[in-house]
């Protein structure tokens, strides 16, 4: 009787964590640049992303990422609700400001082969587009998955452990 509560309590605990996290929540990755010098993430369970690299520093969210299905070669457009970051041009450091005219933007370009950052640059404003040709991509699974393939794990050791135990 025992163990069928304790195979009972695993499973609803599984069941518990399943229905936690969405199984299509991931992170992806995009190297970006010459030799992926920049990098791309997009949390689609979180609904942020980041640009990092040599000349750029910039983190942003939206609800369009939600919808971010990923792959090579994405067809995507995301208009950002929130951006902040810095920028290096002609060696000098500028910061994003904001122009009610034009939204800010993450969009794929040439069929995915390449990204654009579109933000204002500087004040007065000195730069716009930030475009990188896509390099290499990751997809990285959910956090919460994760923790359900360690449930998993733990579950199985401890099975093992009380067979030796028995024996």
């Known amino acids: 009787m025992k163990t069928l509560t304790k ?14 996290s969405p ?15 920049h990098t791309l993430t997009i949390d689609t369970d979180a609904q ?14 939206s609800p369009d990422f939600a919808n971010f299905q990923g792959g090579e070669f994405p067809s995507f457009m995301a208009t950002l609700t929130s951006i902040t970051g810095t ?3 002609n060696g ?22 390449k990204w ?3 933000a204002n640059w500087g004040d007065p404003i000195i730069g716009g587009d930030f475009v990188r040709k896509n390099t290499g991509y990751t997809e990285v699974p959910a956090p919460g998955m994760l ?21």
């Open 87 to 89: 920028r290096i041009i």
């Open 23 to 37: 199984a299509s929540a991931e992170i992806f990755e995009y190297r970006l640049g010459n030799n992926g010098a």
């Open 48 to 61: 942020t992303g980041s640009w990092t690299g040599s000349t750029v520093n910039a983190t942003f969210t």
């Open 116 to 118: 654009n950052l579109w």
């Open 147 to 167: 923790g359900l393939f360690g449930l998993a794990l733990a579950a199985i050791g401890l099975g093992r452990r009380r067979r030796k135990v028995a024996a």
């Open 92 to 113: 000098q450091t500028v910061n994003i400001s904001s122009n009610p005219r034009h939204p800010e933007m993450l969009k794929t370009k040439e069929g995915g082969t």
């Open 7 to 20: 195979a009972t309590a695993i499973g609803l605990a599984t069941t518990a964590m399943i229905a936690a």
